[in-house]
């Protein structure tokens, strides 16, 4: 990028510094100045008068600028001061008329720049309706495919890298009110805060997209010309000498395939609206998602004991603020201005505590216990002592072994075919009804009205069906 071959080496010298805000100030005053001008040229004397008024009210400081000795006083002489240098470091530039009248002109690329800066600080929001049925429009005219390029492609070209802009920046908006949202503010701020997306972002740019400015609506028409145009030869070949006249273009190849390349990103931008469109979407609701829970909680923790205090240190301090116009501080006992030392901090980290202290004692070290050997034998015996008790265990494994040996070839049966001799095989019964209720199971439960009565044991019946998955 060749900028400073454009612009000089010192032209941003005047953004920077501790006059960047009087040098910007200025620029736009002389920009503006402009508007009900023929060109971007005013007579010097006047833009002097509207400067000189702007340093009447804004600007009580003397200029001091590093390479001068001097500092400039008078207002008058701080305008004459601001184009001197404003002209040294290539904003503007001095010419003469033929009645010698001095005229103040601003370059191409400083009315460029200053426009971008206009943009930025108004932050004016693009009518997507306006852009997709120009598009659409220039598409669908007849009458200019005589000379596609000047009148279709690149209009359609530059407007469609416009509108997606202009949808990125919104998602990244969006972004921004979702950063700025932090932990610090109280429930009032918070909920101005919501409104104010609603009203900025949530109910202009997103509701239009969603309604009124629907890219969807237009899309299948724009993109389907735009695939006739690639597949229309003779429409090419007009299109590739309409840009070769225009953009000085020798090569005819490179021509086409730039031609080609134009229309592949309007047809890809288009393409990938409804991802960007999503984008948009999920950050809408995390933002609101956002902004309701920690308004909830704000308004959860001023409603304590703790919150309400909070909230009366913030009036007296704001009181304190403003002691001049209250005389607040008059005869204000001791005791008053030490209310603010109630809760110096919100909480207590583990790092500002201080560890409890532990006493260690050294003792003699009784002698390591040698376990007496065991033999074999007994060794064998623990062992199938431990695994029968495995065995018998009411683990949901031996349960669903027990049913799964039940039901055999079988797809059901009732719990009271089931032997009950002793209360082991009753609580094994509650086990099966117990497991088979879990989803996780091979089986399932069936509850029936009937009660079994057998053996001294009473029990609701209920059917154990094997389950299906």
């Known amino acids: 990028m060749q900028l400073f071959q454009i612009t000089g080496n010192d032209f941003f010298k005047a953004l920077t510094g501790k006059y960047q805000v009087v040098f910007l100030d200025c620029l736009e005053i002389i920009y503006r100045s402009y508007q009900t001008e023929l060109s971007y040229g005013i007579e010097k004397e006047h833009l002097i008068v509207k400067l000189t008024n702007y340093f009447d009210s804004n600007s009580s400081e003397d200029l001091q600028f590093d390479d001068e000795a001097e500092a400039i006083r008078e207002p008058r002489a701080k305008a004459n001061g601001i184009l001197r240098k404003l002209k040294a470091f290539g904003w503007i530039e001095i010419e003469y008329g033929n009645d010698n009248r001095a005229v103040i002109v601003m370059p191409s690329h400083a009315v460029t720049i200053m426009q971008a800066f206009i943009a930025v600080t108004e932050a004016k929001e ?3 309706q306006s852009e ?4 659409y429009s220039l598409l669908i005219n007849e009458n200019l495919y005589d000379r596609p390029y000047p009148q279709i492609i690149k209009p359609v070209y530059d407007r469609t890298i416009a509108l997606f802009t202009e949808l990125k920046k919104l998602n990244t908006g969006i972004r921004k009110y979702i950063d700025e949202l932090t932990e610090g503010k109280t429930a009032e701020e918070l909920m101005e805060h919501f409104f104010s997306y609603n009203e900025n972002i949530g109910s202009k740019a997103y509701h239009r997209m969603k309604t009124n400015d629907n890219v969807s609506r237009f899309r299948n028409t724009i993109t389907s010309r735009l695939r006739d145009i690639l597949q229309d030869d003779a429409l090419l070949e007009r299109t590739v000498l309409g840009y070769q006249s225009i953009e000085s273009e020798t090569d005819k190849a490179e021509a086409l395939d730039r031609i ?12 990938s609206y409804d991802e960007i469109e999503k984008q948009i979407e999920r950050r809408h609701a995390k933002y609101l998602r956002s902004a309701v829970n ?16 909070s909230t009366l240190l913030r009036g007296l301090a704001s009181a304190f603020e403003n ?3 209250y005389s607040i501080y008059d005869d204000v006992p001791d005791d008053y201005c030490r209310i603010f030392n109630i809760f110096p901090q919100s909480f207590l980290s583990g790092e500002s505590l201080k560890t409890v202290g532990i006493s260690k004692r050294i003792d003699d070290v009784d002698e390591i216990f040698v376990p007496q050997a065991i ?3 007994e060794l064998a015996e623990r062992r199938a002592a431990f695994r029968e008790k495995q065995a018998n265990r009411f683990s949901r494994k031996n349960i669903t072994a027990y049913v799964r ?9 009732t719990a009271s075919e089931i032997e009950l001799h002793s209360k082991r095989d009753l609580i094994r019964l509650i086990f099966i009804s117990l497991y088979g209720r879990d989803r996780r199971s091979e089986y399932q439960i069936i509850p029936k009205d009937e009660m079994i009565c057998r053996n001294g044991f009473s029990f609701r019946d209920f059917t154990i069906k094997r389950r299906v998955k």
């Open 375 to 377: 033999s074999e034998e």
């Open 126 to 128: 693009m009518e997507y």
């Open 323 to 325: 002691e001049a116009e």
């Open 132 to 135: 997709v049925s120009a598009i």
């Open 260 to 271: 080609r390349e134009m229309i592949a990103d309007v047809i890809h931008y288009f393409d």
């Open 405 to 413: 040996l039940l039901l055999r070839n079988r797809t059901e049966m």
């Open 294 to 309: 920690r308004a909830k909680l704000a308004f959860l923790n001023s409603n304590n004991l703790e919150g309400k205090l």
